[in-house]
């Protein structure tokens, strides 16, 4: 005649600091096969925190092991590291119904990874910056003015979430001319093996020379970037 395996409820404890919310408690059958689908019976622990209470009815005759499985990593697979057995010292014990006077503790499991949102490798998330400047400047004695600095700066910046951000700027001066390249654009990039791809949501651009309005220009656009 079937019985419980425990009147009244057995306390199920989880490892220090874990929880045993969601826990599949399994009363194993076992054979030589495995566990007898057909006398196995299973129960879900629906309580929070760090203990419950719980039975599990509509057992048969017999011995079983009793088998605890928290899916850890989220993967809905049954794995061997997610496991805890009933046994003193971790030794499997077999439980004949009804039982009682005992605490099914949890083995710790281990967590799933955290999942990360980066469509780029995480050494290439942070500022990168290239830069030069002319050490030779030029100097109107008439006026004692400077001429505005010759030299260039390209940064990009990529953020872990896969989004980036690339301003440049060259500028060139020659006696009392100057001209100037501005470009900005931001979007998105990814990694296809050694080639790392941009893809611009804006991009902006603008030309200026101080001698030449001809030269002055401004537009937006947008297009696809290919970096090794």
Known sequence: MPSSV??????????????????????????????????????????????????IEGLAD?????IAWQDGNGNGDMEEAELSIFGPGGEPTLLTPPTG??????????????????????????GWFQGSS??????????????????????YTFAPDGSYEYSGILQSSTFGCTST?????????????QVLMLVPESEMFRSQDSCNVGFDNAFTQRNTKFMT
Not at 118 to 124: E, G, L, N, T
């Open 134 to 155: 002319s050490p030779m400047h030029y100097y109107d004695p008439s006026n004692g003015a400077w001429a505005p600095p010759t030299g260039s700066g390209f940064r």
């Open 101 to 126: 006077g005992i605490t099914f503790t949890l083995n710790a499991v281990p967590a799933a990874a955290a999942p990360t949102s980066s469509a780029i490798p995480a050494a290439i998330t942070g």
């Open 6 to 55: 425990i009147p009244p409820a057995l306390p199920v404890v989880a490892w220090a600091g874990g929880s045993v919310v969601g826990a599949l408690i399994i009363a194993c059958f076992p054979t030589d096969a495995g566990c007898d689908e057909a006398l196995t019976r299973t129960v879900t622990i629906s309580g929070t925190g760090a203990s419950a209470l719980f039975n």
């Open 62 to 66: 017999g011995s079983y092991l009793l």
């Open 181 to 193: 390249l501005f470009s900005y654009h931001r979007g998105s990039a990814a990694v296809n093996g």
